[in-house]
């Protein structure tokens, strides 16, 4: 029996927040690669916020999910690639994804986890990277407040603080999130959002020198709050308002006359534009894991089915890292 | 009979929007200047967007209102002033001000009106000039969106922008500032805000190439409609949100993603930072006045008690370029 695709697909747009039902599951003939493409075995798919806005728009639907995935060359009409090869790109939800071998990128399994070509070696760590060394520019003793700390991109870009040399706080919305800061990546302090309380005294308390970096991927009550502890001359890095991005009405910033009371500059980020740097980020980021320098989570579901419930629950802050789904076995999995 | 000096005082919080209830007059003697100090025959007193703001604060009442105030040496302790002098400072809404001479600065009435001096030769003046060309750095070609574009700072800031090559649009509150704006300043198109309608369709149709450079001295609406508007790499510059200032709960600004999506930097922009360039600043707008290369409105009312209307019309909008208040002659007036 030949073996078949199976697809998770975008059959309803959602009226408010996300739901499972907004994803239906279809079953294909597994596409053959045309000349210059290749078959990719997906093992990894990513669960990426920036899917919650492409689900708004009006686009006809059923509609595939376009994802970063990692996988397994299973069939191959591209002279650069081989069956058995790891590669990355831009795939979909599926078990199978045929992809243009041009926009393939071969991932090495010996310099660690394949899964990590689409965390933090990849594209949500390039963020954290360029978005805190470039634009935000930590200068040692400054404090630095991290949004979302504990996720993809947060929990890294509160490390390469850490390597400026400055005092980095993290808002996230467990206690669990603020134990891993903390106690496993090294922040010195953190902040539970969903503890109660006036979140900006929070964040003030533990901050008590005032807010120098504010890396906001959240939007909404904790720029806010980052505004309300805004040191003279600060810098706001920009990558995204997860917080406005689920079906809520945009919660309005009510306080950016902050912004002009403390002279802070608020610079909007996106990684598209510095995609150039990833095979530098990523050689560099292989050596920091190595060394032990950074440390990183990943929060793997299992199975194409559990994919849109990992999305969902991501998007409520269920994971602590990098949410991805397998869907194929691993086979340089460690433990595996 | 001694002449007595006349104050107009903070006597109350205001509830809401400011009311000419809030302020009182009071008479007092004209005080002596002690060594070092000069007293002042003040001429014109500003009014100034940030009092609403000093209003709200929970000082003692009444208090007096600390004003910027150009006018004549009347008396003089200080080695640098002689009675007669023209000199600018930080008084008060009152007939006579005594301030420390170290503290004033001597204006030659041979150069333009005195009253330049607070307002196109001065720190209004020197935001618009800063804030534009070394904070938004207008390139040629480029399109400038200035808000409260006939006010005391966005008139300049536009013209500012004209002189660097940008095409120019100001965003105002009536037809006869968008004529204002148009035939009296150059800038190449208005949008009047209070002309009903979506307001960022409005500044989309006046703005086809889209918004390369945000002047943002109101906040609210007109900001969200510059977001939603900016091009790639916009930079917007945060001078004020007087829409926030008059006892408004402040509007959030509901489309910050844009700023994301755009990869927009927003500067918050001080102008005390910037003072000791005032000197340059002055000397270069005097030029510029007289060379006919810039023009300069001001919408002046007459006499103290005129001053709390004067101030709250101001921040409804009612000028026409920089308000000032006329408290006693100016012998320098051209047609006085």
Chains 1, 2 share one sequence.
Not at 72 to 78: K, N, T
Not at 267 to 286: E, K, N
Not at 303 to 312: D, K, N
Request: contains cysteine.
């Amino acid at each position: 029996l030949k073996p078949r695709n199976r697809e998770v697909v975008l059959a309803a747009r959602p009226a408010g927040p996300a739901t499972v039902d907004c994803f239906a599951e279809r079953a294909s003939d597994i596409a053959e690669p045309a000349d210059g493409e290749v078959l990719l075995r997906n093992v990894y798919l990513s669960c990426d916020p920036h899917l919650r806005q492409e689900m708004d728009n009006d686009r006809p639907l059923p509609r595939p999910i376009s994802s970063r995935v990692v996988g397994l060359v299973e069939r191959s009409r591209h002279a650069d690639f081989l069956p058995g090869d790891v590669a990355w790109g831009q795939g979909r939800w599926e078990l199978f994804s045929v992809c243009p071998g041009s926009s393939l990128t071969k991932v090495d399994p010996a310099i660690g986890p394949i899964s990590h070509a689409i965390s933090v070696r990849g594209m949500p760590g390039l963020t954290a990277y360029v978005a805190m060394t470039d634009v935000g520019r930590p200068a040692a003793d400054e404090t630095v407040l991290v949004s979302a700390a504990a996720g993809a991109v947060g929990s890294l870009a509160g490390q390469f603080a850490k390597m400026a040399g400055a005092r980095v706080v993290g808002i996230v919305g467990s206690d669990a999130k603020a134990d891993h800061v903390v106690r496993r990546l090294g922040f010195d302090g953190a902040v539970n959002y969903r503890a109660g309380g006036v979140l900006s005294e929070a964040v003030r308390a533990a901050c008590p020198a005032g807010v120098d970096i504010y890396f906001d991927c959240v939007g909404g009550d904790a720029l806010e709050a980052a505004l309300a502890v805004s040191n003279l001359h600060a810098r706001f890095v920009l990558c995204g308002m997860i917080a406005s991005y689920d079906g809520q009405p945009a919660a309005g910033v009510r306080n950016l006359m902050q912004a002009v009371t403390s002279a802070v500059t608020m610079t909007g980020f996106r990684v598209s534009m510095h995609r150039h740097r990833l095979p530098w980020y990523a050689t560099m980021a292989a050596g920091l894991l190595a060394a032990g320098r950074i440390r990183y989570a990943e929060d793997i579901r299992d199975g194409l089915a559990a994919a849109p419930a990992a999305f969902i629950g991501m998007l409520h802050g269920d994971n602590i890292g990098k949410r991805l789904v397998r869907v194929n076995e691993d086979p340089y999995l460690r433990n595996g």
